[in-house]
């Protein structure tokens, strides 16, 4: 069975920039999607700015009915002594609820989502605050020693097991819960996300590009220099996507199916019968119903007999492991084949109705004009 999802608002978060400072919290964004965020990609991190600049990484957002990546970026810390909190996706019981990053004095929970770069799960291992300088751990981040010079060496054991999955909780997500300092951390003063990096959230959503039914995952930017800087020279390709389950196109129960629309023969409308012949011949009535319910028997068998042959094909292909191009070649096929049934059933239904029709009577001739 293919997945759905669909949208609930639960809490809404617009006016970000607009939360008090000492009151913010990590809250969701207000929806919950029941189909899973698409798995990490991997990706480079872009050189440093520079003095003060902190690494955000990357991670899917969700918006316009699709998941799409937001490129990791380096921010400027709003305020010495300050980390970012990554933002992450958990299993809410119904569907999959985000919940925002932040900035605040102490890292605090994000998922136990493995997102790279000093940030493997639990805490921040790229760099420390120190007399208002950030000092970079250059095991872990792309710096220019010559132009930055408060930087160590800490060599990172990564004990958190090697995963690209981008959610917490529910079916196949990570099983990490926050600790009691990681707790204490969510009741701290916090900074939302800076102006800088809502733009660059919203230039993200803006590039058709970044969306996951556009890039199957991998995203073409996987991170940038700076936010906002999707078309800057140091912008860095993904060079491995993620797994990636395309959400099945939503049809609202009150918009009838198109068969244009159906990929399966099971989304197609029921087959409609037309209007009963009433040519003033009963036998020849009679006739017509009886071919017209042999055609509307015919017509669904090849229906069901079509349904069980794609979904025969769908466990054959899941048994494969194939990747999402051979899945979305696949479900391309299924929808040309329903189309073309579907255009043979109308054809068959026009034909039968054009047989049943009582040949026109020739007008008689208008008498003529005597002159």
Aim: glycine share 10%.
């Amino acid at each position: 069975m293919r997945a759905h999802f669909s949208i609930g608002l639960l809490l809404i978060v617009l006016a970000i920039p607009a939360i008090s400072t000492s009151s913010y919290a990590q809250v969701s964004v207000g929806v919950s999607v029941t189909i899973a965020p698409p798995e990490l990609p991997v990706y480079d991190q872009p050189l440093c700015p520079g003095d003060g600049y902190i690494w955000t990484p990357g991670y899917w957002a969700w918006g316009d009915d699709d998941y799409y990546w937001v490129p990791g970026t380096w921010v400027l810390a709003p305020e010495a002594g300050f980390f970012w909190t990554p933002g992450y996706w958990a299993w809410g019981g119904s569907g999959f609820v985000f919940y925002d990053g932040y900035w605040g004095p102490v890292v605090g929970f994000y998922g136990g989502i493995n997102y790279g770069y000093g940030y493997f799960g639990h805490g921040y291992e790229g760099g420390r605050w120190d007399n208002g300088h950030f000092y970079y751990n250059r095991t872990v981040n792309n710096v220019n020693v010559a132009q930055i010079h408060n930087i160590y060496n800490t060599t990172v054991i990564n004990n958190t097991m090697v995963t690209r999955v981008s959610y917490n909780g529910g079916n196949g997500g990570i099983n990490a819960r926050p600790t009691p300092q990681e707790e204490a951390a969510a009741h701290e003063k916090h900074i939302p996300p800076v102006a800088a990096q809502i733009q660059h959230i919203q230039a993200a959503r803006a590039k058709p590009e970044l969306r996951a039914s556009a890039n199957l995952g991998k995203p073409p930017i996987g991170a940038t220099p700076r936010p906002g800087a999707l078309n800057d020279r140091g912008i860095v390709p993904a060079k491995e996507g993620g797994r990636y389950n395309p959400p099945a196109p939503i049809r609202p129960e009150s918009t009838p199916a198109h068969p244009g629309n159906a990929i399966h023969p099971n989304e197609l409308p029921p087959i409609s019968r037309p209007m009963p012949s009433s040519s003033g011949n009963p036998s020849v009535d009679k006739k017509y119903q009886q071919e017209q319910e042999k055609l509307n028997a015919k017509q669904e068998q090849e229906r069901q007999k079509l349904q069980q042959k794609q979904e025969q094909e769908h466990q054959q292909i899941a048994r494969q492991n194939a990747d999402e191009a051979k899945k979305q070649q696949l479900e391309q096929q299924h929808q040309q084949q329903t189309q073309q049934m579907e255009h043979r059933h109308t054809q068959q239904q026009q034909n039968l109705q054009q047989r049943q029709q009582p040949p026109h009577e020739n007008p008689p001739n208008p008498p003529q004009e005597k002159r």
